[in-house]
């Protein structure tokens, strides 16, 4: 049995932007703004990072999904993961936040600063559980002879 609206039709994929630079020219001027501000935080916190819209918004990802950002009526929505909301509680104890998002409004300057130090603080856990796993499957490897 099939779920309700689990099926992509060509209508609602055609929907779904192909890149990030089609996604934000899908937005007035000032939202446009305010998400090019948040891909470049993340961009200069995390150069090496992979660009692709991931749940059809914009994520980058680096050893793993990193961040996504989306833009609505009145905000942008930041989704750092919960571990990631977690390690900056306070900073973000001004915003609306839920448990892996915080709503950064159109009405305020962008947090650039605080984008950049979230991010790379994902940057960091990511390459370290990769570190991680990579070690363990290394010593799960019989030697060679």
Sequence with gaps: M???GATITNKSAARIPRNIDEYLERFPAETQKALK????????????AEEKISYAMPAF?????????AGYKSHIGFYATPTGH???????S????GKGSVQFPLAKPMPVKLIERMVKFRVSENTEKWKQKHAERK???PKQK
């Design 139 to 141: 010593k799960r490897q």
């Design 37 to 48: 501000q948040v891909r470049a935080a993340i961009r200069r916190a995390a150069p090496e």
């Design 61 to 69: 990802a680096l050893y793993g999904n990193l961040v996504y950002f």
């Design 86 to 92: 977690a390690a900056f509680a306070k900073d973000l």
């Design 94 to 97: 001004g915003y609306k936040i």
């Design 2 to 4: 099939k779920k309700a």
